[in-house]
């Protein structure tokens, strides 16, 4: 069966403090994607990959960046989290041929 | 750039249909998705369906593509309390590997 998994549910740090969010799929996927999740602007896309160590801004990427050493684990960092940052962290993962994404998931992160 | 647009919430009585549409901008558009995510979960997908088709069935769920119009919908038919959820419209074109998401609509069913 399909697995997406991500680190946390649930995660509550401070302002400024640097944040790692882990995204691991056990199906030999190329794609990799983050996403985050607001109320009323549904999911907005912050970084993607398509193979190890490559990545591609997304249309929020401002504020994190992203990890990809081996192929199953994609991770989001945020260098100096802020405020504006808490949200729910949604990871996904799609073949190269494939259709589907499949999302882990989530993480609720709240910054304080 | 690529927009999809849903209505942010929909309430049916149980046994009724839900019908949650959604209209999308990129006419390059090859594949439209409709994705379902339960509390506190991960988005699952529902279904699929390719630009060439105009409307694809499974079990008590309907998807109607209008190309012209650049409008899909996702009907429900005897919609249960275990529909409850936010439901995702989403397009890709062929050979791109970005997805774009709707904002979600809601659907709240009343027993």
């Known amino acids: 069966d399909v697995k997406v998994t991500q680190s946390s549910r649930y995660l509550v740090k401070r302002t400024g403090e640097k944040v790692f969010l882990e995204c691991v799929q056990d199906m030999d996927h190329e794609n990799m994607f983050w996403y985050r999740q607001d109320p009323g602007l549904g999911l907005r896309l912050i970084y993607f990959?398509?193979?190890?160590?490559?990545?591609e801004k997304g249309d929020i990427p401002e504020g994190y960046s992203v990890s990809r050493e081996k192929k199953e684990r994609f991770s989001l960092i945020l260098e100096s989290a802020s405020t504006n940052q808490t949200s729910m962290y949604l990871c996904?993962?799609?073949?190269?041929?494939?259709?589907?994404?499949?999302f882990g998931p989530g993480t609720r992160l709240l910054v304080l | 750039g690529e927009d999809v647009e849903q209505s942010l919430f929909l309430s049916v009585r149980e046994g009724d249909s839900s019908v949650i549409n959604c209209t999308y901008t990129?006419?390059?558009?090859?594949?439209l998705y409709w994705y379902k995510q339960e509390p506190g979960a991960g988005l699952q997908l529902l279904t699929y369906?390719?630009?060439?088709?105009d409307m694809k069935q499974d079990q008590r769920l309907t998807v109607l593509l209008n190309k012209k119009d650049k409008h899909l919908s996702l009907r429900i038919a005897d919609t249960q309390t275990g529909d409850s959820a936010i439901y995702f419209c989403?397009?890709?074109?062929?050979?791109?590997?970005?997805?774009?998401f709707g904002t979600g609509t809601k659907l709240q069913v009343i027993p």
């Open positions: 990129d006419s390059s558009s090859t594949y």
């Open positions: 369906i390719f630009s060439n088709m």
């Open positions: 996904a993962s799609r073949s190269i041929s494939g259709e589907t994404q499949y």
């Open positions: 989403a397009e890709k074109p062929g050979g791109y590997q970005k997805v774009t």
């Open positions: 990959s398509y193979d190890v160590k490559m990545k």
